[in-house]
């Protein structure tokens, strides 16, 4: 199991002072016990796997280094350069064996996680939820995981999302949707999810790229005033 922390941040822009990775979230939805977004999802991929590997930033490797010593799990630096998720950890994949993929600033929930890994290993599959979610608030649709066997083929689609964003016909930031509208052969700038591709999941399980989704999202609402009353 990949969990993927090497994104350039640009989303979060240095929000409460540290990466969004190291944002404070709660354990439980309705807990007030609270550790860093990253920490939770590592805790949560080492109850499910022997075999975690976390992908860090190439510029400020450290702290992600010392929170996978922490958790026990594997640890690779990304090198400089490497434009996504699929990208920074290709290094890392299984070759002929089943990969699956967790976003780092995603805050899953445990029945997201069985679901994830309830369908590695049929192939190419994207997890998520396909429009805005009426448990978080979060106003449209994100992919939280992916998984696949088929390394060759993995490599292929890295290739031809770089291709297909550098040439312009695809949004240079949206890798993931772009990745998957090249496995169902849909346009690749509209938003159509087809199974069997898509397995969504619709919970609080959410993505945390910006400042506006720290506040919104239910295992972080009211954290910070909480924590400065203390």
């Not at 992908?55 to 996504?84: I, K, T, W």
Request: net charge negative; charged share 25%.
């Amino acid at each position: 199991m990949i969990v993927a922390a090497a994104g350039p941040q640009t989303k979060w822009g240095g929000h409460l002072g540290v990466r969004s990775h190291f944002a404070p979230v709660r354990e439980e939805l309705g807990s007030d016990a609270a550790m860093p977004l990253l920490g939770r999802t590592l805790w949560q991929a080492a109850r499910w796997s022997d075999e975690v590997c976390l992908v860090g930033p190439p510029d400020d490797p450290e702290p992600y280094r010392e929170l996978a010593a922490m958790r026990e799990v594997h640890f690779y630096v990304a090198s400089a350069g490497r434009r996504n998720e699929f990208e920074s950890t290709r290094p890392v994949w299984a070759p002929g064996g089943t990969n699956v993929l967790l976003l780092g600033d995603v805050w899953f929930t445990d029945v997201a996680l069985a679901t994830v890994l309830a369908h590695a290993g049929e192939g190419f599959r994207f997890f998520g939820r396909e429009q805005a979610s009426p448990v978080t608030g979060s106003p449209w649709g994100e992919i939280f995981a992916q998984s696949w066997t088929d390394t060759a083929e993995m490599g292929r689609l890295t290739e031809a999302v770089r291709r297909e964003q550098d040439a312009g016909h695809a949004d240079p930031t949206k890798h993931g949707w772009t990745m998957l509208r090249l496995l169902q052969d849909t346009p690749l700038r509209e938003h159509v999810v087809l199974r069997p591709w898509w397995v969504e999941i619709n919970d609080a399980t959410d993505d945390i790229d910006f400042p506006e989704d720290y506040s919104r999202h239910p295992a972080t609402r009211g954290l910070m005033e909480a924590a400065a009353c203390e």
